[in-house]
């Protein structure tokens, strides 16, 4: 198994840009997919989960070309069916590509099994099971239809409002998804809104959508079916979510400064720069413009000191795959920071309240773990250890900048392969922005 020996680090500087989101790499190969003519992504996060939505595409009758680094073009279907899969998809431990595609095939006039890695054929699908049955697809699986391998026959769907139960922009962009192949029209509500990243690039392909935010800011969009989609030239973002285990590492680590080209900060996605500007935190950002109907920025990140933050409701999904960074940051905040309402994070690639509160226990963290979230007293000096990432990526790299900005001993987070999924390039940002 692989593992990394991390030794504490005096400061990060330089100036970096991340690696194409991936939330919106998923979308932007999917929608090529489903559109006429030639996509063509520049930024393309080229890690494990994007790849496998990749071959599944290609599984699925779309040509894939690589033109050259990060940059491929896609020739899609342009509105005929797809072909039926001689084999089974295989989503490996991407969430995301899963319930995504599981959208997709269910309109399809044909039979495909989707299944997925052993971390998420642990992880909850009735949520898009559910629905899709609603809308008239035929979809069977394990466990009652609600765990990976899903067999799916799908066919004429019909579109439903349906409220879901959490804000899971999974759930939301899998029933756009099939509602774009549905009779009428399709509109899912949630309780808050979640990332938006297909509603912006079904836009940029060139379908209507209706959207509407309440004063309670509850949100809700509608899609009518049948729409004709085009394919587009775009360039990908760079990954908030990669980018934040170095804020953390800048933030943390006296002296840095970090400069973070061409990053995206779509608000559903920034909710840890919000938490905290709470904790007293400013960062330096300028706007920079639009990439693929998302806005984009170049932050500066010095080290300082950061305040307790109380973190709840409607913030909540917009931090979600941060969390465990958060915890990180809470061990050196000072005072008592509370992550609540997020129950979700023990359905992830891991239960990423339980890896990372006994994880950081283990380097001398004061957390401890709460149904929902987590509640940290700060600041305490952490120390290296042997940790273990939980087969999760999010949790080998909080782990690695936990290592970084320990105060004495070296730090081996074992079993980091998982970091694949989402970041190949964080293992070199360990040398080339970190100095010793
Ligand atoms: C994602 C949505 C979020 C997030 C995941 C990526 C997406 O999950 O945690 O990493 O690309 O739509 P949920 O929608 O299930 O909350």
Same mark, same amino acid.
């Given at each position: 198994?692989?593992?990394?020996? @991390?030794?504490?680090?005096?400061?990060?500087? $330089?100036?970096?840009?991340?690696?194409?989101?991936?939330?919106?790499?998923?979308?932007?190969?999917?929608?090529?997919?489903?559109?006429?003519?030639?996509?063509?992504?520049? $930024?393309?996060?080229?890690?494990?989960?994007?790849?496998?939505?990749?071959?599944?595409?290609?599984?699925?009758?779309?040509?894939?070309?690589?033109?050259?680094?990060?940059?491929?073009?896609?020739?899609?279907?342009?509105?005929?069916?797809?072909?039926?899969?001689?084999?089974?998809?295989?989503?490996?431990?991407?969430?995301?590509?899963?319930?995504?595609?599981?959208?997709?095939?269910?309109?399809?006039?044909?039979?495909?099994?989707?299944?997925?890695?052993?971390?998420?054929?642990?992880?909850?699908?009735?949520?898009?099971?559910?629905?899709?049955?609603?809308?008239?697809?035929?979809?069977? $699986?394990?466990?009652?239809?609600?765990?990976?391998?899903l067999a799916i026959r799908?066919?004429?769907?019909?579109?439903?409002?349906?409220?879901?139960?959490?804000?899971?922009?999974?759930?939301?962009?899998?029933?756009?998804?099939?509602?774009?192949?549905?009779?009428?029209?399709?509109?899912?509500?949630?309780?808050?809104?979640?990332?938006?990243?297909?509603?912006?690039? &079904?836009?940029?392909?060139?379908?209507?959508?209706?959207?509407?935010?309440?004063?309670?800011?509850?949100?809700?969009?509608?899609?009518?079916?049948?729409?004709?989609?085009?394919?587009?030239?775009?360039?990908?973002?760079?990954?908030?979510?990669?980018?934040?285990?170095?804020?953390?590492?800048?933030?943390?680590?006296?002296?840095?400064?970090?400069?973070?080209?061409?990053?995206?900060?779509?608000?559903?996605?920034?909710?840890?720069?919000?938490?905290?500007?709470?904790?007293?935190?400013?960062?330096?950002?300028?706007?920079?413009?639009?990439?693929?109907?998302?806005?984009?920025?170049?932050?500066?990140?010095?080290?300082?000191?950061?305040?307790?933050?109380?973190?709840?409701?409607?913030?909540?999904?917009?931090? @979600?795959?941060?969390?465990?960074?958060?915890?990180? &940051?809470?061990?050196?905040?000072?005072?008592?920071?509370?992550?609540?309402?997020?129950?979700?994070?023990?359905?992830?690639?891991?239960?990423?309240?339980?890896?990372?509160?006994?994880?950081?226990?283990?380097?001398?963290?004061? @957390?401890?773990?709460?149904?929902?979230?987590?509640?940290?007293?700060?600041?305490?000096?952490?120390?290296?250890?042997?940790?273990?990432?939980?087969?999760?990526?999010?949790?080998?790299?909080?782990?690695?900048?936990?290592?970084?900005?320990?105060?004495?001993?070296?730090?081996?987070?074992?079993?980091?392969?998982?970091?694949?999924?989402?970041?190949?390039?964080?293992?070199?940002l360990l040398q080339a922005?970190?100095?010793?």
């Amino acid at each position: 198994m692989q593992s990394w020996r @991390i030794r504490p680090a005096r400061r990060v500087r $330089g100036v970096w840009r991340p690696p194409g989101d991936k939330s919106i790499t998923h979308r932007a190969v999917i929608l090529g997919l489903l559109a006429h003519g030639a996509t063509e992504i520049e $930024g393309f996060l080229e890690s494990d989960d994007c790849l496998r939505t990749l071959r599944m595409a290609q599984q699925l009758g779309a040509s894939a070309e690589r033109v050259g680094a990060a940059h491929w073009r896609i020739v899609g279907r342009g509105g005929q069916p797809l072909q039926e899969p001689a084999d089974t998809l295989d989503a490996g431990n991407s969430g995301t590509a899963a319930r995504l595609m599981a959208g997709v095939l269910a309109a399809q006039p044909f039979f495909s099994v989707l299944t997925g890695d052993e971390s998420l054929r642990r992880r909850p699908m009735r949520r898009v099971v559910e629905p899709l049955q609603r809308m008239g697809a035929r979809i069977d $699986g394990r466990d009652g239809a609600t765990r990976l391998p899903l067999a799916i026959r799908g066919g004429a769907l019909r579109g439903i409002h349906y409220l879901t139960p959490v804000a899971s922009a999974q759930v939301k962009s899998c029933l756009l998804l099939a509602g774009l192949h549905a009779a009428g029209v399709t509109e899912v509500a949630e309780p808050c809104l979640s990332r938006d990243h297909t509603e912006r690039m &079904l836009h940029a392909f060139g379908a209507t959508l209706e959207q509407q935010m309440s004063d309670a800011g509850a949100h809700r969009v509608r899609i009518a079916g049948g729409q004709r989609l085009e394919g587009q030239r775009l360039t990908i973002p760079g990954d908030f979510s990669s980018a934040a285990f170095w804020v953390a590492a800048a933030l943390l680590l006296s002296g840095s400064d970090l400069t973070i080209e061409h990053v995206g900060v779509n608000p559903t996605r920034t909710g840890l720069l919000e938490a905290l500007a709470q904790g007293g935190v400013h960062l330096e950002w300028q706007a920079v413009g639009e990439q693929a109907g998302e806005p984009t920025a170049t932050l500066r990140v010095r080290a300082q000191p950061i305040g307790a933050m109380r973190i709840g409701g409607a913030l909540v999904p917009s931090l @979600i795959d941060e969390a465990p960074i958060l915890a990180l &940051l809470a061990t050196q905040a000072h005072g008592e920071t509370e992550l609540r309402d997020a129950a979700e994070l023990r359905v992830k690639e891991s239960d990423r309240i339980e890896a990372i509160t006994t994880e950081l226990r283990t380097m001398g963290a004061q @957390i401890e773990p709460l149904p929902d979230g987590f509640r940290v007293q700060g600041p305490t000096p952490l120390h290296g250890a042997e940790v273990h990432s939980h087969g999760d990526h999010r949790i080998a790299m909080t782990l690695a900048i936990a290592g970084l900005i320990a105060h004495s001993g070296e730090t081996v987070v074992h079993d980091v392969a998982c970091v694949q999924t989402s970041f190949p390039e964080f293992e070199s940002l360990l040398q080339a922005l970190v100095e010793a």
